[in-house]
């Protein structure tokens, strides 16, 4: 667990190059919710590099799964973006690098008007 956190530590600092050192050179990164998919690290740290800087990566929830993987959810903002989002991760690590790592984005969004009767928004 202690990678993940070092991996949103990094992300939050734009030091996206030393993070590299947290993956295998091969990692597979999947992003089902865009049905995009990276092969090695350069590949997922360039993609991270265009994005830019000024991204924090709060970390909501921190866990070890019974399989063995670690899952986090963060909260992803930047001062002056529109957008802001959650991001669920699975991390399947092997020889203490992550070799796999599955990110499920989601906006964060407001109640629909449908709901506005049925749920209670905090």
Not at 32 to 37: F, Q
Not at 55 to 62: K, M, P, R
Not at 92 to 106: G, H, L
């Amino acid at each position: 667990m202690a990678h993940v956190n070092q991996l949103w530590t990094l992300f939050s600092d734009a030091q996206y190059e030393e993070a590299k050192g947290l993956f295998a050179p091969n990692v597979r990164v999947t992003w089902p919710t865009s049905r995009e998919y990276y092969e090695t690290v350069d590949a997922f740290i360039a993609v991270n590099e265009v994005f830019g800087e000024h991204w924090t990566f709060e970390i909501v929830a921190l866990e070890e799964t019974l399989s063995g993987k670690v899952m986090s959810v963060v909260y992803v903002t930047k001062p002056g973006w529109p957008d802001s989002f959650y991001a669920t991760s699975i991390f399947t690590f092997a020889e203490n690098v992550i070799v796999s790592m599955d990110t499920f984005w989601a906006f964060e969004d407001k109640q629909p008007e449908w709901r506005k009767e049925l749920s209670k928004v905090y």
